[in-house]
């Protein structure tokens, strides 16, 4: 039972957060398997190979030093941080070679890496709750670290992979070849610091006081990324809003539906209604297709007709057009 209950705890909440991350993403949603994708390499390929190379260097350093506190000071504030977030990000790096169409914002980059990152830190949470709660002090044990590790600290690996996904989407909107080459190390610099300030943290305080000192400075970073994260929803909305209108002029969707559009929750109520008049495939494909177009519009503005926009663009007003009197409310 303390197995299963672990693997309740290290998944669900994860999945949950997950699902909050993909609710942000409201005007272009991601692909759910390419999302998928990222949570399962997050789970088996970054969480198991971390878990070998870390526990490899720690030997290391042990065998080096003969000090189990160097040991835990460099596994946690040196070798963890560059082993994880490398193999986290590089889920994220994937997504961005092979799926660039599917890369198109900075909020694009925040929800891959924050999926993959939580698929690392289900894995993790399982290992924390059973080996050193259950199998240490029992039920309460286990109660104890299923608070600590999912609600005091649940946010932490999607908080610092957020900055490698950030650095990867800044790199794919760049317009010179410096940006693209030091905006993604820029961004997993700072994921690994973040990590490496963190761990270094824990292994100084001790106690309840080092205990609500590192939450206070975990929360305060988690809500500064929240901040960043409503607004570059709300820079989304201003791209689709100012994208559309061209094409309300050129009567390819009418004003009602430019209205619905630029609007998260009239979008959901739009969709709920097709669900009731057997229209949510057109509809839910329409209203996705809009915000496709705004990125592609500004990705032609930015980057010129790279990978074919020009095209692309033609290709959804296109679609739009015979998609618009379906998703007509």
């Known amino acids: 039972m303390g197995m299963l209950a672990s693997l309740f705890f290290g998944f669900v909440p994860a999945l949950f957060f997950a699902y909050i991350l993909y609710w942000f993403d409201r005007y272009e949603k991601e692909p759910k398997i390419l999302l998928g994708g990222v949570f399962l390499w997050g789970a088996v390929v970054a969480a198991g190979s971390a878990f070998i190379i870390n526990t490899f260097l720690d030997i290391g350093v042990y065998l080096f030093t003969q000090s189990d506190w160097v040991t835990e000071l460099a596994g946690g504030s040196l070798i963890a941080p560059f082993v994880e977030e490398s193999l986290k990000g590089l889920a994220v790096f994937i997504v961005f070679l092979i799926f660039r169409k599917e890369f198109d914002s900075i909020l694009d980059g925040i929800i891959y890496a924050g999926v993959a990152a939580l698929g690392f830190a289900a894995i993790e949470n399982t290992y924390y709750i059973y080996n050193y709660g259950f199998k240490e002090t029992g039920w309460q044990g286990l109660w104890f670290l299923v608070f600590v590790r ?16 950030i650095g990867l989407a800044a790199s794919r909107l760049s317009r010179n070849l410096f940006g693209k080459l030091i905006f993604p190390l820029l961004g997993i610099g700072m994921a690994m610091f973040t990590h490496a300030f963190h761990n270094t943290m824990a292994t100084f305080l001790s106690g309840l006081e080092g205990l609500a000192i590192g939450t206070f400075v975990d929360w305060t970073g988690w809500f500064f990324m929240f901040l960043f994260i409503v607004w570059a929803t709300w820079r989304e909305q201003l791209y689709l809003k100012k994208s559309l209108i061209e094409e309300v002029k ?5 004003p009602a539906l430019y209205r619905t559009a630029s609007s998260a929750w009239l979008q959901s109520f739009a969709r709920l209604a097709a669900i009731f008049t057997g229209r949510f495939r057109y509809t839910a494909r329409f209203y996705q297709l809009c915000g496709e177009l705004a990125h592609k519009k500004r990705q032609y503005v930015t980057l010129g007709d790279e990978g074919g926009n020009a095209a692309a663009i033609q290709s959804m007003r296109a679609e739009l057009a015979r998609l618009a009197p379906y998703a007509q409310v």
């Open 150 to 165: 999912v609600i005091l600290v649940g946010w932490q690996h999607p908080f610092y992979t957020a900055f490698t996904g």
């Open 250 to 254: 050129s009567g390819v969707i009418t």
